[in-house]
């Protein structure tokens, strides 16, 4: 059986004005970026459901479910999809709203293609980064829940850079004891030094 592939990043627009989507399928098409276009919030979410990899282009104005409550209902979902909105005039405090819920740029009309793509790429860049510090989050906690108690115990005292002696006496065990659990901590969370375990406790 061959390993699942995750789809290829794709950037999804959404925006009710059927000129701009035509206009923005052809701008996709010239550079060849994978691309999904819909005509109200609804569809998308109807369509989209999960975790693709990829940005969202939204328009912030749309009869019925607009962006900003599209962008709230992704947040609910704890979809990290960034979101790039495309604003009217006037629409800037919208706008600023928006980014201060994580959108992660917005663009005014009317705007040049080469600025949106500039932004589309960095958006692209960042969900990737993203999903590679989810995975290693998600790693790290796999790892972690293989601790026993007083393993758990060791590591959250071991990470504040605590020595054995101290650590042995907060929890009233054994400098000795405390050795044996630390050596199991550095086995199973497959960390070479300390500094790696203090790594991995930030990552959580």
Do not use: W, Y
Request: net charge negative; aromatic share 4%; hydrophobic share 45%.
């Amino acid at each position: 059986m061959s390993p699942q592939t995750e789809p290829e990043p794709t950037v999804f627009i959404v925006d009710d004005d059927a000129a701009i989507r035509f206009a923005m399928q052809a701008l996709m098409e010239s550079v060849n970026l994978p691309h999904e276009i819909f005509d109200s919030a609804d569809e998308f979410l109807a369509s989209v459901p999960g975790q693709r990899p990829g940005c969202l282009v939204l328009d912030i104005r749309m009869p019925g479910l607009g962006g900003l409550e599209l962008q709230q209902e992704l947040i609910n979902r704890n979809n990290t999809l960034p979101i790039i909105f495309i604003t009217g005039h006037g629409d800037v405090p919208m706008a600023v709203e928006a980014m201060q819920k994580g959108a992660v740029d917005f663009i005014q009309k009317p705007f040049r293609d080469q600025e949106l793509l500039d932004r589309i790429r960095i958006a692209l860049e960042t969900d990737a980064e993203r999903r590679v510090e989810q995975q290693q989050r998600s790693a790290v906690q796999a790892r972690l829940e293989k601790l026993t108690q007083r393993e758990r115990e060791v590591f959250d005292l071991v990470v504040t850079g605590k020595p054995n002696k101290i650590i042995a006496f907060e929890l009233d065990v054994s400098q000795r004891t405390v050795e044996i659990h630390r050596a199991r901590v550095m086995d199973k969370m497959q960390a070479k030094s300390l500094a790696d375990l203090v790594k991995m406790h930030l990552t959580l």
